[in-house]
């Protein structure tokens, strides 16, 4: 996909979630082939303004618009992430296994929700409605993971 497609499907999905005209966001590309991700945001939520960040270089997923869906999921979640994140933060000590617990949890069902929201508004209003695969390509195969385990009795 060109960056100009790109950039079309960016300002389609912001209107079509809603976050403009509420939120001035604005679509990066990532040159830098060292960087992992496939894509992030940058966010000023007093300012209501937020940078996509989407790897042109190397990214890890072959669906661009469902990164793209992806991230803009995460500002539309942004409010309530801030508030749990605040919930953690006010009621465990830093660095106790509580507090490290409650992020896991937090961030696994946060991200968890945000990619079935995703994947729902994609194969409902998606122009390329195929899922990427890709971090599956590079996991253990099921058999994989329990070869060489030992029997516990």
Known sequence: MTREELTQIFGKWCKKLRLTPGWDLSLQFVEDPGWR????????????????LLNSANPKQENLEEVIVHELMHIKMYPLDQVTESLITSHFEEGTPARRFAY????TALEQTVEELSKCFLLEFGENRELSFGRCAREKSFNDLFEGLQNIE
């Open 37 to 52: 991700k496939t894509g992030d945001f940058k966010i000023d939520c007093t300012d209501r303004k937020a940078i996509l």
């Open 104 to 107: 896991t949890q937090f961030f």
